[in-house]
């Protein structure tokens, strides 16, 4: 692909997250256009196509992967659909920007990252857009700087106003938890090694047999400890908040006024976020533009992602899938993981560099 031309893009899905990519491509990311859009309803394809005037309806999703005037996809569609259209990408070798999770099993998500392992070239990223969050990365920095000291416990709260009726306990750690799991692997830089699952009392606003909330702990390789409230139909607003703990001190962020270290007494106060798009809004901005920039520079031949991977993806799913078992049995699980360096294609073909 020519360095001049825009990146064509597929949009896959176009619901609220869809949608919202949509106009983002279209408004503020530079170097790309949106030239196809799928979904599984006509009539919202049609409606959300009008603000892409030079974009082509294409009701079936594989379809609109093999369509000629596309570069390179992003897939927003259900959850569930994820696994299937990402591997066809990747077997089309069209780059792909994936929304969380990857897969709703491991070994759905193992599959991709081993296709793509086999291709040597990396076209899969998975949309954990945290790690693009400013306050996610000054909170990154900090612990890599060593100003904490060693971090000893991490401490996340996840709390949605409300979800959607069809949104179960298991959708919970799928799509909630999932964020958490990640963000835990980027901040302290190590894999998850076991994970529980608590059930406290259900809020009486919960739909009959949806478990919410949710309490997880997680524990890393090096035996860290990292524990999750996870509450999606508090009523309240859109809230994540993350504290690390160190043996030096520690450093919050997600309370609206940006990282906030406890080294001196005070008061704050303000208005809760009312929605995802709000709080997470520029980190979209930066993983989309920062994708678009990875896939011209690699062109036909070269890596395609500029941040999160297949095996990120995987790893991902590979603790929720045993998140998940948590959940039916109420016991601590051990997370069953393949070793990276037999999946990861940065891994195989730079095993110096991998992370």
Request: glycine share 10%; proline share 5%; net charge negative.
């Amino acid at each position: 692909m020519s360095d001049t031309r825009d990146l064509r893009v597929a949009v896959l899905g176009v619901g609220v997250m869809g949608a919202d990519h949509v106009d983002r491509i279209n408004r503020r990311i530079s170097g790309a256009r949106v030239t196809v859009i799928s979904d599984a309803s006509a009539e919202r394809a049609a409606e959300v196509g009008a603000s892409a005037s030079d974009a082509q309806l294409v009701t079936d999703p594989f379809e609109a992967i093999a369509v000629e005037d596309v570069d390179a996809v992003l897939l927003a569609t259900p959850s569930a659909a994820h696994a299937e259209q990402a591997l066809a990408c990747v077997n089309a070798g069209k780059p792909v920007l994936c929304e969380k999770p990857l897969a709703t099993d491991a070994e759905g998500a193992l599959e991709i990252a081993r296709r793509e392992a086999e291709l040597g070239r990396r076209l899969v990223q998975v949309g954990f857009m945290r790690r693009f969050d400013h306050e996610h990365e000054r909170l990154k920095s900090l612990i890599d700087a060593g100003e904490l000291g060693q971090p000893l416990v991490m401490h996340c709260v996840h709390r949605n106003p409300a979800v959607p009726p069809r949104c179960d306990s298991a959708t919970v750690i799928w799509n909630s938890v999932v964020h958490e799991i990640d963000a835990t692997r980027y901040l302290l830089g190590e894999e998850i090694m076991a994970i529980t699952v608590l059930r406290p009392t259900p809020s009486s606003h919960a739909a009959e047999g949806l478990q919410d909330p949710q309490l997880v702990i997680l524990e890393t390789e090096t035996g860290r400890m990292v524990d999750i409230e996870v509450f999606v139909t508090s009523g309240v607003g859109y809230e994540v908040r993350t504290e690390v703990v160190g043996e030096r001190g520690s450093a919050m962020i997600g309370l609206d006024v940006g990282l906030v270290r406890r080294t001196d007494p005070g008061r704050w106060g303000g208005q809760i976020t009312p929605g995802f798009l709000e709080r997470f809004g520029q980190a979209y901005d930066s993983e989309v533009q920062r994708w678009v920039d990875a896939v011209r520079a690699g062109g036909g031949s070269g890596d395609c992602v500029d941040g999160p991977g297949a095996w990120d993806g995987y790893a991902a799913a590979a603790v929720c899938a045993a998140g998940i078992r948590s959940l039916e049995t109420w016991d601590r699980i051990e997370v069953d993981m393949v070793p990276r360096s037999t999946v990861d294609a940065s891994a195989r073909v730079e095993p110096e560099q991998s992370e």
